[in-house]
Structure formats: structure tokens, C-alpha cells
């Protein structure tokens, strides 16, 4: 049987993560670009990856950025008034939240899930209904002042082609605007750091969701976590450096374990289970 079929998710670790997530009272969760996948947005590392196929981006971007950030925003307003696009801008356009992001939210609405750190910058999780969630590696759509660290949707941030690089809606910042996405040789905003470590902190459940555990410091978090005791959750159709410490493992996607680990949790509440 496939390790991808929904039909081979063990009834046993089912139960055993049903039953933890039952009687946790702050569980914390990490995802990676494993549930984008899911969605159609191609990975950057592994088989088949953008990077992979096509080679990484320079790993300079950020000071590229930084030392000219007028002319940074006039090529991207020239990349943008062009029609063509790139194959993962395509994908994102076209991708919709899945049955994975939305039984998140629904462990969020049900009281289960305290918070979300996410590695994905597609605003998947956002349009599933998540409402705590912090986008450790920023989000597309969004933008953010690099002097106060203030962010806001891409479309109620004005960017005047003719004053360029914009700045800060607050006039006492002043600070340089710039796409939410933390680009390569950027440092992660110290809040999305701070708020992580301090959601870890407090977890008494962790779950991993479709992350291959490799890119930190958002790998450190559920390492963290099961070093305090905290029971590990991995759902992943792959083994990844986190398995060992995992108390359960769903060996699945997202997509195919997350609805039912819900209903399960749905039956424990409601007594028919």
C-alpha cells in the first residue's frame, strides 16, 4: 500500500495523536511547504524542486536590496507591468487553500489549536480562516516598513512609482517598505522570532505538518518543544530528521490526515469514541 494512500494512515497513531490533541490545552503547530504542495505550489528543495530544476537565487538579495532599495521597486513595478510570469508567481495565483488548511482552522475554531508558525509565504492559511499565525518567513501578499517592522496587505499599501522607495505609513518612522517576503541574507523580523519562541514555550502539544525539518530556526521550534517533554505530532508522507522525536507519526499529507485527526478529536468531545 502507498504511503501516500489515505488508506494506509494507521488507525493506532490516529487514535494516539486524536487522543493527545484531546487533552492538550495549548497545542502549536509548524507547518512547511509541504501543504502548499498540496495546493500545487512546487517546493524549492528536494526532487523536483524550483531550486532544484532551476538553481538557487543569490543568496545576496537582501543587500542588493539594501543598497539601492529605489531601484529594487523600480524593477519590481517593471517585472509586474510585464505579462509574463514566473512559474511559482503562477502557482500561487492559482492555488487555493485545501482540505489541510482548512482543518487547521477548524482546530484553531475549535479550541484545540493556540497558534500557527508558518514557513509558507502564500497566504494559504490566512484564506483558510486561521486567525493566530505567525509567517516566520513573511508573506507575498503583504508588505512590511523595515524601520518599525509594521506590516500591511499588499493592497492597502500605496506605492507611488514616482517617490520611490516608499516609506513607512507612520510619518515618525520613516522607515524603507518592502515586500513582507524575507528575502535571502535578510534577517527573520525579531517580533515573528520572538512570538515563535514564546508560542513554543508554552505548548503542551506540538504538531509538524508537511515540513521537511531542515531549514532554521523554524526547525529548532518543535526540537525545542519535545526536549521539554511536549508530545510531537508529525504529519508528513516522508520520514524527516524530527521522526525520531515524534511520539506519533501520521504518515501522510496533510490534506488526507489533518480532516481526520478533526473528526476524531470531534468524537472524543462528543463522546463516540
Excluded at 479550541?111 to 507575498?140: F, K, M, V, W, Y
Aim: aromatic share 6%; glycine share 8%.
Amino acid at each position: 500500500m502507498s504511503p501516500l494512500d489515505p488508506d494506509a494512515l494507521e488507525p493506532e497513531a490516529l487514535d494516539r495523536a486524536a487522543d493527545i490533541l484531546t487533552g492538550s490545552r495549548y497545542a502549536v503547530a509548524l507547518a512547511g511547504a509541504g501543504m502548499s504542495k498540496e495546493s500545487g505550489i512546487p517546493t524549492f528543495r528536494g526532487e523536483g524542486g524550483l531550486w532544484t530544476r532551476l538553481g538557487e537565487p543569490p543568496l545576496n538579495q537582501y543587500q542588493t536590496f539594501a543598497s539601492d532599495p529605489a531601484r529594487w521597486w523600480e524593477r519590481r513595478i517593471e517585472e509586474g507591468q510585464q505579462s509574463a510570469q514566473s512559474e511559482f508567481a503562477l502557482a500561487l495565483e492559482a492555488a487555493q487553500p485545501n482540505d489541510g488548511h482548512r482543518a487547521l482552522a477548524e482546530l484553531e475554531e475549535m479550541g484545540i489549536l493556540a497558534h500557527l508558525i508558518t514557513q509558507n509565504i502564500d497566504d494559504l492559511h490566512r484564506r483558510a480562516g486561521q486567525r493566530s499565525i505567525t509567517e516566520i518567513h513573511g508573506n507575498r501578499y503583504w508588505m512590511r516598513c523595515t524601520g518599525c517592522g509594521a506590516r500591511w496587505p499588499r493592497e492597502e499599501f500605496i506605492v507611488d512609482p514616482d517617490h520611490l522607495p516608499p516609506t513607512c505609513a507612520d510619518e515618525r518612522c520613516g522607515g524603507i517598505v518592502k515586500s513582507d517576503t524575507v528575502m535571502f541574507g535578510e534577517p527573520i523580523p525579531a517580533e515573528a522570532l520572538h512570538r515563535s519562541a514564546l508560542e513554543t514555550a508554552q505548548a503542551d502539544c506540538f504538531l509538524t505538518l508537511g515540513t521537511s525539518a531542515v531549514v532554521y530556526p523554524a526547525a529548532g521550534y518543535p526540537i525545542d518543544a519535545a526536549q521539554r517533554g511536549v508530545p510531537l505530532i508529525e504529519v508528513n508522507p516522508e520520514d524527516t530528521p524530527l521522526t525520531p522525536l515524534a511520539t506519533v507519526v501520521l504518515r501522510a499529507p496533510s490534506g488526507d490526515a489533518l480532516p481526520r485527526l478533526v473528526e476524531a478529536v470531534r468524537a472524543r468531545r462528543e463522546g463516540r469514541s
